[in-house]
């Protein structure tokens, strides 16, 4: 069964870092591609930023480009998102999904369950 | 970016109804279009790729058409597990979009 935990969300103020991370099971992560996608309280969904399964692509919403970073370790079956000089615009639940791609353009097909963020003073 | 409109925003419907959603991207993405449901306090569910593929387990009252630029999804007979806010998502670009999102509440 794929499991999908994310973990590392919290409370930071503006301009701090967090470091989120999603511990993946079920599947052989190391072959597939991985997502970030966020919702702001109340919102829809935002994709912020995608990696293939050994970082030949990566790609950011020009929301989050330059600030966040996505990354992997594929012998710990784990995604990461590194975020920096957050904004309040960033509070969001922040959800890892696995993704399937169409030469490089990808969509989830399943989602953990979301870790929040909250940035505010 | 390629932007993704979804109509209606919500909807009323009996158990039983047919129930349309459809969305509009700004220009053709032929059909790499997703579709997701999403309960409240819940993780989305993924529904169907490729704009009329249903992913495995997924019940077959769920329908999605259309390519280019206009595409629906169709719930043949809604039922009270159905009742959630349904997104699509377009992926023929690296930079994916989503819908703003469809509401399907109870009459």
């Known amino acids: 069964e794929v499991q999908l935990v994310e973990s590392g969300g919290g409370l930071v103020k503006p301009g701090g870092s967090l470091r989120l991370s999603c511990a993946a099971s079920g599947f052989t992560f190391s072959t597939y591609t991985m997502t970030w996608v966020r919702q702001a309280p109340g919102k829809g969904l935002e994709w912020v930023s995608s990696i293939s399964s050994w970082n030949t692509y990566i790609y950011y919403a020009d929301s989050v480009k330059g600030r966040f970073t996505i990354s992997r370790d594929n012998a710990k079956n784990l995604l990461y998102l590194q975020m920096d000089s957050l904004r309040a615009e960033d509070t969001s639940l922040y959800y890892c999904?696995?993704?399937?791609?169409?030469?490089?353009?990808?969509?989830?097909?399943?989602w953990g369950q979301g870790t929040l963020v909250t940035v505010s003073s | 970016d390629i932007q993704m409109t979804q109509s209606p925003s919500s909807l009323s419907a009996s158990v039983g109804d047919r129930v349309t959603i459809t969305c509009r991207a700004s220009?053709?993405?032929?059909?790499?279009l997703a579709w997701y449901q999403q309960k409240p306090g819940k993780a989305p569910k993924f529904l169907i790729y490729?704009?009329?593929s249903l992913e495995s387990g997924v019940p077959s009252r769920f329908s999605g058409s259309g390519s280019g630029t206009q595409f629906t999804l169709t719930i043949s007979s809604l039922q009270p597990d159905d009742f959630a806010t349904y997104y699509c998502q377009q992926y023929n670009s690296y930079f994916p979009t989503f819908g703003q999102g469809t509401k399907v509440e109870i009459k």
């Open positions: 490729e704009a009329s």
């Open positions: 220009q053709s993405i032929s059909r790499w």
């Open positions: 999904a696995k993704a399937a791609c169409n030469s490089g353009s990808c969509y989830s097909t399943y």
